[in-house]
């Protein structure tokens, strides 16, 4: 069964990623409004009677902004460590509350969704693979370094959102006071352009078809330095620059080409105990 992924929006104004198959998807982050989730998935011809989840990387609220408001309008699970919710200040219905934990794969349907830690400026941060017969999606953003967790999980992904959130001259030579560049470019900031680079060199599977570029700076970064380096060393493998400003096209793997979703016309239904 294919599985379908796009970046609803991706940057620090906030995070929202959608994988799904045919019948259940789910959302990983949710920091953009209600609102503009669904006209953005809209737009995409994905519809929220099918995302039967949201999971949580971390507190940070350009990942959890629009949690609170989709969570009650479609009374979806969210799954969250204890020690993220304590830290989020967010109000979710109790009965609406899950936790996950690393390395156990959480079942949605005929998904699965594993995470696992990452090195971030967060209290208990995670990264996942969601995954459908035998295909694997990654999705790995918010990371201060390209550590063993991220490299195993990165090696099984057919495909993966990665971050790449700074060019290293744009940020030295930037108007960001010195402790913030400090942050970022820290073992628990975020991923450089070289850095994810070398990740995908190095590391990427040879059945890799799609690898989405997430999480750039408006101020440290730019879709064309981006798209420039990675498409050098491409080999094959569909790149593509998220937005800080719109969604992505929907992807598939597990077929041959990009195709639009569309809206399902059965009513979603819940299995959770």
């Known amino acids: 069964m294919p599985l379908s992924f796009a970046s609803i929006n991706s940057g ?38 099918k ?13 959890i902004r629009g949690i609170e408001a989709i969570a009650k309008k479609y009374k979806l ?5 204890s020690a993220t ?3 989020c200040r ?13 390395y156990q794969p959480v079942q949605i349907g005929e998904l699965s969704i594993t995470a696992f830690p990452k090195y971030h400026d967060a209290c208990d941060p995670h990264s996942f693979v969601i995954s459908c017969d035998n295909q694997n999606v990654g999705v790995f953003t918010d ?5 063993s ?17 700074y060019d290293e001259q744009l940020l030295d030579h930037g108007n960001y006071p010195y402790h913030l ?10 991923l450089s352009n070289a850095q994810a680079l070398e990740v995908f060199k190095k590391h990427r599977p040879k059945f890799m078809s799609h690898l989405i570029l997430a999480h750039l700076s408006k101020d440290n970064n730019s879709p064309e330095i981006v798209s420039s380096l990675f498409n050098k060393h491409a080999q094959g493998v569909k790149i593509v620059v998220a937005s800080r400003y719109e969604e992505t096209e929907v992807y598939q793997i597990g077929i041959s080409d990009v195709l639009p979703i569309r809206p399902a016309q059965t009513q979603l239904i819940f299995d959770f105990a």
């Open 143 to 147: 990371i201060g370094n390209s550590c």
């Open 149 to 165: 967790n991220l490299i195993s999980h990165f090696k099984q992904c057919h495909a993966a959102f990665l971050e790449a959130n």
């Open 181 to 190: 560049k400090r942050r970022i470019r820290g073992g628990f900031g975020h």
């Open 90 to 102: 967010v109000e979710i219905d109790q009965s609406l509350i899950c936790s996950f934990s690393a």
């Open 85 to 87: 919710l304590k830290n």
């Open 77 to 81: 699970p969210v799954f969250i460590t």
């Open 51 to 63: 995302v039967k989840a949201i999971f949580v990387s971390h507190e940070h609220s350009d990942h």
């Open 12 to 49: 620090s104004n906030g995070n929202c990623y959608y994988v799904g198959n045919q019948h259940e998807a789910v959302l990983i982050d949710a920091g953009i409004s209600c609102r503009e989730t669904e006209k953005r998935m809209l737009r995409l011809g994905l519809s929220m009677l």
